[in-house]
């Protein structure tokens, strides 16, 4: 498990390395109250649904803001 990371692969690259998919008991529905758009900003509630993968051999970029 890594965290503060953004991927950078290509599309084929990216699914040829994923190996394995959680089951339907996995899923989880995230989402947030704010869609980042408009001006001034409005309130809309995204969402979507997704299983943990795991990929490998991804370059994997550290985005972890210095403090």
């Given at each position: 498990m890594?965290?503060?990371?953004?991927?950078?692969?290509?599309?084929?690259e990216?699914?040829?390395?994923?190996?394995?998919?959680?089951?339907?008991?996995e899923y989880y529905v995230g989402g947030s109250f704010y869609d980042g758009k408009g001006e001034p900003s409005q309130s809309n509630a995204v969402s979507h649904g997704?299983?943990?993968a795991r990929f490998?051999?991804?370059a994997v970029l550290n985005t972890r803001r210095a403090v």
């Open positions: 890594v965290n503060d990371v953004a991927y950078q692969a290509r599309t084929p990216f699914w040829q390395a994923c190996d394995a998919i959680c089951d339907a008991s997704c299983a943990p490998r051999q991804i």
